[in-house]
């Protein structure tokens, strides 16, 4: 149980960076949050704040531990609210926020199959590739697709998302097909606008590697679907999801290059503020998301 209150308490001074202001939201003195902090950092033997008289933040170490209490931490509500659930219900106001061409996708349409499994649950969703502040802007859960920024929300991965960089026949006929990512500036590149959510670039495997190629083209747009349809028109080589171009790739639409530099995978993600006395309505939402994108039935493209 010490064990698991440092944990608790090591998540909360992360989220509310403040040993003071964690120490009050659960009661105590922060002298009692600090010797918490002490004993965690003693026994792991490793720093994971950086103290000053004025503020509190996470080391390198500290980041990527975070990462996995949150998880652990978020595991323990499922199981709790599973088993505490029972015959209750879910209700209430659930607030989704996902990104414009991924939500239209891949979150509308699950929306009515969730509604209709919980009747009582009021859906609102908020489909922008903004990125939304979910903790001001009163947002249950959010989607997200792509690298995440450290924080200290909660997270869970949802599926794996591939990106490819795409360009129509009729661009590659007339430009050439790029041989190395280092040669993509000297093509016209379709980007996101800097307002939109994808703010680290394009990245590749270079030399074993990941690279995040920082790409300023003619044109950009903070909508991702004009993106996809510039690429279409021929007006560039664009950088998008495999759920977004699988079936314009199948039926020649679209010619995915560099392909021997393409980076891993990285994730689609259900963001939430905390994973402490998450209502049931949330919970079961992600247990859905998670549930539906685990079944690879699901990722398989329409015919169209």
């Given at each position: 149980?010490d064990?698991?209150?440092?944990?608790?308490?090591?998540?909360?001074?992360?989220?509310?960076?403040?040993?003071?202001a964690?120490?009050?939201?659960?009661?105590?003195?922060?002298?009692?949050?600090?010797?918490?902090?002490?004993?965690?950092?003693e026994?792991?033997?490793?720093?994971?704040?950086?103290?000053?008289t004025?503020?509190?933040?996470?080391?390198?170490e500290?980041?990527?531990?975070l990462?996995?209490?949150?998880?652990?931490l978020?595991?323990?509500?499922?199981?709790e609210?599973?088993?505490?659930?029972?015959?209750?219900?879910?209700?209430?106001?659930l607030?989704?926020?996902a990104?414009?061409?991924?939500?239209?996708?891949?979150?509308?349409?699950?929306?009515?199959?969730?509604?209709?499994?919980?009747?009582?649950?009021?859906?609102?969703?908020?489909?922008?590739?903004?990125?939304?502040?979910?903790?001001?802007?009163?947002v249950?859960?959010?989607?997200?697709?792509?690298?995440?920024?450290d924080?200290?929300?909660?997270?869970?991965?949802?599926?794996?998302?591939?990106?490819?960089?795409?360009a129509?026949?009729?661009?590659?006929?007339?430009m050439?097909?790029?041989?190395?990512?280092?040669?993509?500036?000297?093509h016209?590149?379709?980007?996101?606008?800097?307002?939109?959510?994808?703010?680290?670039?394009?990245?590749f495997?270079?030399d074993?590697a990941?690279?995040?190629?920082?790409?300023?083209?003619r044109?950009?747009?903070?909508?991702?679907?004009?993106?996809?349809?510039w690429c279409?028109?021929?007006?560039?080589?664009a950088?998008?999801?495999t759920w977004?171009?699988q079936?314009?790739?199948?039926?020649?639409?679209?010619?995915?290059?560099?392909?021997?530099?393409?980076?891993?995978?990285?994730?689609?993600?259900?963001?939430?503020?905390?994973?402490?006395?998450?209502?049931?309505?949330?919970?079961?939402?992600?247990?859905?998301?998670?549930?539906?994108?685990?079944?690879?039935?699901?990722?398989?493209?329409p015919?169209?």
């Open positions: 149980m064990k698991f209150k440092q944990l608790e308490s090591f998540v909360s001074v992360a989220a509310r960076g403040s040993l003071t964690a120490a009050q939201a659960e009661g105590v003195a922060p002298a009692v949050m600090g010797r918490r902090i002490d004993a965690l950092e026994r792991l033997g490793v720093k994971l704040f950086v103290r000053t004025r503020r509190i933040s996470l080391t390198h500290g980041s990527a531990f990462e996995s209490c949150q998880r652990l978020a595991d323990l509500a499922s199981a609210s599973g088993v505490s659930a029972g015959g209750v219900r879910a209700s209430g106001h607030r989704v926020t990104p414009a061409g991924f939500g239209r996708r891949h979150v509308a349409p699950l929306v009515p199959r969730y509604l209709a499994a919980h009747p009582e649950v009021k859906v609102s969703l908020n489909l922008s590739d903004r990125v939304v502040d979910i903790v001001h802007e009163g249950d859960c959010a989607v997200r697709v792509g690298d995440l920024p924080s200290s929300l909660v997270s869970v991965r949802l599926a794996d998302n591939r990106r490819l960089c795409v129509s026949p009729a661009y590659l006929e007339r050439g097909a790029p041989a190395h990512p280092d040669e993509l500036a000297r016209e590149c379709l980007t996101l606008s800097s307002d939109a959510s994808q703010t680290r670039g394009w990245a495997s270079i074993g990941v690279t995040h190629l920082r790409l300023n083209g044109l950009d747009c903070s909508d991702g679907q004009v993106l996809h349809d279409l028109a021929g007006l560039g080589l950088w998008r999801s977004e171009v079936n314009d790739l199948r039926h020649g639409r679209l010619v995915s290059v560099l392909d021997d530099f393409a980076a891993p995978p990285n994730g689609v993600y259900a963001v939430f503020p905390h994973a402490k006395h998450m209502p049931l309505r949330v919970r079961l939402w992600i247990d859905f998301l998670k549930q539906t994108y685990s079944d690879e039935h699901y990722w398989r493209p015919e169209s």
